[in-house]
């Protein structure tokens, strides 16, 4: 912080190792000057995906606060930020870069880290715990992505959550997954008149994983190149439907992004049976900008 009203940031890639690919992420390492209506106001300035700020813990054991907007919204939880942010608190000095073990302070509570490391590290959170939501029926989610019903896999779609609610559709190869879109209008008539905010993601099963694609209008957000949030409920919900292995240590990639031009590798790992002992989102971060923000005094 400078003159007590200039800011640093970093914007990192996240899910990549490219630059110009994966889910970029703006990351201010020392925000606790600010108030959380200015972070709202300075999420929607940059218009990204999400935008981290880092503030001290509440919580004891924690090694840093974070507290992560959409353009239209704070989030209780976030995947890509979660990673993007640890990425620069090692690249800050804020946390040790040989440690491989962290809590962040998020306002879902505590999440974990792991540091695989590596010349380009593997940065893992543990997704907070999965909660089940109700069923759709398939012919309105065909009807609101533009589909007709024979393109949906014949799964019922269902709402997790892991912070974000998420609708999880299956879709029958990659081509009805490039072929879909939501806008407000559908994301609304989804959930038929209901407050809250979703998260609608559509994948298919592939060889490695998933093909997938996230469409969240009423955060702000048209398409998510990447979504940490809803992969662990992903896992789950192809866990349940046998479209992967339950064993421990099952390990697959979800990639998304791709039909935006922003292509993402998000690694997902099974721990325990069924996931008993948690599910683990990981990726590796591509660092692009750094830069200052300048408010009035």
């Not at 090692?90 to 509570?109: A, N, P, Y």
């Given at each position: 912080?400078?003159d007590?009203?200039s800011?640093?940031y970093?914007?990192?890639?996240?899910f990549?190792?490219n630059p110009?690919?994966?889910?970029?992420?703006?990351?201010?390492?020392?925000a606790?000057?600010?108030?959380?209506a200015?972070?709202?106001?300075i999420a929607?300035?940059?218009?990204l995906?999400?935008?981290?700020?880092?503030?001290?813990?509440?919580r004891?054991?924690?090694?840093?606060?974070v507290?992560?907007?959409?353009?239209?919204?704070?989030?209780?939880?976030?995947?890509?930020?979660t990673?993007?942010t640890s990425?620069?608190?090692?690249?800050?000095?804020?946390?040790?870069?040989d440690?491989t073990e962290?809590l962040?302070?998020e306002?879902?509570g505590?999440v974990?880290?792991r540091i695989?490391?590596g010349e380009?590290p593997?940065?893992?959170l543990?997704t907070?715990?999965?909660h089940?939501?109700?069923r759709f029926?398939?012919?309105?989610c065909?009807?609101?992505?533009?589909?007709?019903?024979?393109?949906?896999?014949?799964?019922?779609?269902?709402?997790l959550?892991?912070?974000?609610p998420?609708?999880?559709i299956?879709?029958r190869d990659?081509h009805a997954?490039?072929r879909?879109?939501?806008?407000?209008?559908g994301?609304?008539?989804?959930?038929g008149?209901e407050s809250?905010?979703?998260?609608?993601?559509?994948f298919t099963?592939?060889p490695?994983?998933a093909?997938?694609?996230?469409?969240?209008?009423?955060?702000?957000?048209p398409e998510?190149p990447a979504?940490?949030s809803?992969?662990g409920?992903l896992?789950?919900?192809m866990m349940?439907?046998?479209?992967?292995s339950r064993?421990d240590?099952?390990?697959?990639?979800?990639?998304?992004?791709?039909k935006?031009?922003r292509r993402?590798?998000?690694?997902v790992?099974?721990h325990g049976?069924?996931?008993a002992?948690?599910?683990?989102?990981g990726?590796i971060?591509t660092?692009?900008v750094?830069?200052?923000l300048?408010?009035?005094?």
């Amino acid at each position: 912080m400078k003159d007590g009203r200039s800011f640093r940031y970093r914007v990192v890639d996240v899910f990549t190792t490219n630059p110009l690919e994966g889910n970029p992420l703006a990351v201010f390492p020392e925000a606790a000057g600010l108030d959380g209506a200015t972070m709202q106001r300075i999420a929607r300035e940059l218009n990204l995906a999400e935008t981290a700020f880092v503030v001290p813990p509440h919580r004891e054991g924690c090694v840093a606060g974070v507290k992560i907007f959409t353009p239209r919204k704070e989030m209780e939880f976030a995947g890509h930020p979660t990673v993007g942010t640890s990425f620069v608190l090692l690249e800050e000095g804020i946390v040790e870069k040989d440690r491989t073990e962290f809590l962040l302070d998020e306002k879902v509570g505590p999440v974990p880290v792991r540091i695989e490391p590596g010349e380009r590290p593997m940065i893992w959170l543990r997704t907070p715990p999965i909660h089940d939501g109700r069923r759709f029926a398939p012919s309105l989610c065909a009807q609101v992505l533009g589909l007709d019903h024979a393109q949906l896999l014949g799964l019922p779609p269902q709402l997790l959550s892991a912070g974000n609610p998420t609708v999880l559709i299956a879709l029958r190869d990659k081509h009805a997954v490039d072929r879909a879109w939501l806008d407000l209008n559908g994301a609304k008539a989804l959930m038929g008149g209901e407050s809250e905010p979703i998260c609608v993601f559509v994948f298919t099963p592939t060889p490695d994983g998933a093909y997938s694609r996230m469409f969240a209008p009423e955060y702000g957000i048209p398409e998510d190149p990447a979504t940490g949030s809803s992969t662990g409920p992903l896992a789950e919900f192809m866990m349940r439907h046998g479209l992967i292995s339950r064993a421990d240590g099952t390990h697959f990639v979800s990639e998304q992004g791709t039909k935006m031009r922003r292509r993402s590798m998000l690694h997902v790992r099974i721990h325990g049976e069924h996931g008993a002992n948690g599910i683990e989102v990981g990726g590796i971060v591509t660092p692009v900008v750094e830069a200052t923000l300048t408010l009035p005094a």
